[in-house]
């Protein structure tokens, strides 16, 4: 037996029905959380917040992504292959341009891990 956490096929493309995409967590450690969330073109991961830093990977497909950071309003136009940070707390919005999947890396208990 391992205690080693391992998440398999995880590009794979998942979508519902609806307006908003499938979100999936694939794997949760120590600290961290994996979610693959799969689009189709049109659906909207409506505006919301981590508490904590976040890593967003597209893996396919194109996503449009709103964040609002201290410094102001930010858009970002996310290809395959792209990855962005965002810090913990800012509000963001993601809508799918084409069928998409993205990885979200979410950092948790922050606070212990600075503190």
Do not use: K, Y
């Not at 995880?10 to 029905?17: G, H, K, V």
């Not at 949760?28 to 994996?34: C, F, M, N, P």
């Not at 919005?93 to 948790?108: G, I, K, N, T, Y």
């Amino acid at each position: 037996m391992t205690s080693t956490l391992i998440a398999t096929d995880t590009s794979a493309w998942q979508p519902r029905d609806g307006a908003a995409p499938n979100a999936q967590r694939l794997l949760r450690g120590d600290g961290l959380t994996l979610v693959r969330i799969s689009f189709r073109e049109g659906q909207v991961l409506e505006e919301h917040r981590a508490p904590g830093p976040i890593l967003i990977h597209c893996l396919s497909g194109t996503i449009d992504l709103d964040v609002t950071t201290r410094a102001g309003n930010e858009s970002h136009r996310l290809d395959a292959g792209t990855v962005i940070h965002i810090a913990g707390g800012d509000p963001h919005r993601l809508a799918a341009r084409h069928d998409a999947v993205v990885h979200v890396v979410l950092q948790r208990n922050v606070s212990e891990a600075t503190g």
